[in-house]
């Protein structure tokens, strides 16, 4: 079904909006922007006097903001009515993949150098690093399906699944209040906006359901 | 302040070269990060040759003393630039972004509680008595980072001795400036202000606690907790309150800030401990500030490598219970 009305969706903006098809590359390069800059400022030795963590913790955030990007297209299209929004979701989702992946990578490499060892034992015994690690597990599945070959193989299940996408952003988000030392301004800026995008979508089911029955 | 007015009566030629010497290195500094950058993948880095005396020279006359002879020092632009001051913010660049224009005099400090000579001193006057050296010491802080900084001051023993703490006096709190039209971080409460630390009074009056008023040769940048601040090296970071403006002796244990914001996370000790975590993260390790992505982090020492000075301080306690 959902392959059907994307591809229904996809031939009529062809014809509507070409451009779209233009901007797809532009996007697409505006959203390595903050993995250029902070490429750039690692190799000019311009990330602070702890580059490490300026450096994880950038890509920490940028993996935050994409999810929250993707979560946004739904409601703003449906409530701005620009249905070509949608071409661009899972490009957000797949960017939001690459930030929490290099920002894991990272954290293995420069925090912990390889080392499997202290690597596992901080995944269990530090619950922050924990959430992060399920946050990122999570986040895999949903990047391995994110092709159209895969949404039409698994029907009505690519939907259930990538339903994951909630729990891996609210996850995430913990995983960022689970760091915080005393000042909670910018995870609870996040949450407000993270509530909204989740009730937004409860809401609707809500009414959904009352339709039905 | 008497100290900075008599050091610009005292100025000779040969200190202004050293400002200019100073001037030029950040310039060398500059270009040699451009260089660095050019060659990073090669794994590069800024040589730490800085002395303290490359810095400034606001102290003609300063002491020298054997404390961290020969230790490697964060450079200043690092220690100036990556700060935790909540008052002046919770970021680690708003400190000196924040505090450009914090009034550091005249100052005073309240003495208060358990002691013969209780009242409010100029900070002047504190300095007048006051016998003024360099200390090299590692700083440790909780968050896992460190650096090594030459600091400029006195002996907090010898400050507190003239107060005549009497018998009752088995701890001393200090208590940082509260005025959030000049600390813009205390317009929200992040912490419960005014930030206050203490120590009970025999590590008070371990030689090695200090009072800071100055670094790397020049006086205590505001973002570093100018114009005075403790240092006690074998602690984290966070027990090393800035700008003081009231010094108590009690009876009591007194009440620490950010032991009151996480009981479990921040002890009243917060002695430097590799075996003892944060509950959240790993203390056994720490990153060098300055230090590029490919340096390994070094190990963490107990007591910050201090112990041969302050282990026995903590004979027969259980460094666990006590963290």
Not at chain 1, 120 to 140: A, E, N, W
Not at chain 2, 289 to 311: D, H, I
Request: hydrophobic letters at 40%; glycine letters at 6%.
């Amino acid at each position: 079904m959902e392959v059907v009305i994307k591809n229904n969706v996809y031939t009529q903006l062809k014809e509507k909006v070409p451009g779209v098809i233009f901007f797809k590359p532009v996007v697409f390069i505006l959203c390595l922007m903050p993995f250029f800059f902070l490429l750039l400022n690692a190799i000019n030795n311009n990330l602070g006097p702890n580059p490490v963590e300026e450096m994880i913790r950038t890509l920490g955030d940028w993996g935050i903001y994409f999810l929250f990007i993707g979560l946004m297209i739904s409601p703003v299209r449906k409530v701005f009515n620009v249905s070509w929004l949608s071409r661009y979701r899972r490009m957000t989702g797949l960017f939001a993949f690459f930030y929490v992946s290099i920002h894991f990578f990272s954290y293995i490499w420069f925090d912990q150098f390889f080392s499997l060892q202290d690597i596992v034992k901080d995944i269990i015994k530090r619950p922050f690093i924990t959430v992060g690690f399920i946050c990122y597990l999570l986040l895999v599945p949903l990047a391995l399906t994110s092709t159209t070959g895969m949404m039409r193989r698994l029907k009505k299940n690519w939907g259930r699944l990538h339903k994951l996408v909630y729990p891996v952003s609210i996850l995430a988000l913990l995983h960022y209040f689970m760091m915080v030392k005393a000042d909670f301004l910018v995870p609870g800026v996040m949450l407000i906006i993270l509530s909204v995008l989740l009730g937004y979508r409860l809401v609707l089911s809500l009414k959904n359901k009352r339709k039905r029955t | 302040m008497i100290i900075r007015s008599a050091s610009k009566q005292d100025i000779k030629p040969s200190e202004i070269t050293t400002e200019t010497d100073y001037l030029n290195r950040r310039e060398f500094i500059k270009k040699s990060g451009i260089l660095v950058g050019a060659t990073w993948a090669g794994g590069l880095s800024i040589p730490a040759l800085a002395r303290p005396s490359d810095y400034g020279n606001d102290y003609p006359n300063l002491i020298k003393t054997a404390y961290g002879k020969g230790e490697k020092l964060t450079s200043f632009e690092d220690a100036t630039t990556y700060n935790n001051y909540y008052e002046f913010g919770t970021g680690k660049k708003d400190p000196a972004k924040n505090s450009t224009h914090f009034k550091t005099a005249p100052w005073s400090i309240t003495i208060e509680g358990e002691a013969k000579k209780t009242g409010t001193f100029y900070l002047e006057d504190i300095l007048k008595q006051a016998q003024i050296e360099e200390r090299i010491y590692r700083f440790r802080c909780v968050e896992a980072w460190s650096m090594t900084v030459p600091w400029v001051g006195f002996s907090l023993a010898d400050m507190l001795k003239r107060f005549e703490p009497t018998s009752k006096a088995k701890y001393v709190q200090f208590e940082t400036l509260y005025d959030p039209k000049q600390m813009p971080g205390q317009v929200r409460r992040v912490l419960d202000w005014p930030y206050r630390d203490g120590l009970r009074m025999d590590e008070a009056m371990n030689p090695l606690s200090f009072m800071a008023t100055g670094m790397y040769g020049k006086e205590l940048p505001n973002q570093n907790g100018a114009p005075v601040r403790l240092v006690v090296p074998w602690k984290y970071g966070f027990k090393n309150i800035k700008s003081i403006v009231k010094i108590k002796f009690m009876e009591h244990e007194p009440v620490c800030t950010w032991n009151v914001t996480g009981p479990k996370e921040y002890g009243f000790y917060s002695n430097v401990n590799p075996d003892v975590d944060h509950p959240r993260w790993s203390q056994a390790t720490e990153r060098a500030l300055g230090s590029n992505f490919w340096e390994p982090k070094t190990k963490t020492r107990l007591f910050n490598g201090y112990g041969e000075q302050v282990a026995h301080l903590y004979k027969g306690m259980d460094l666990r219970k006590y963290f």
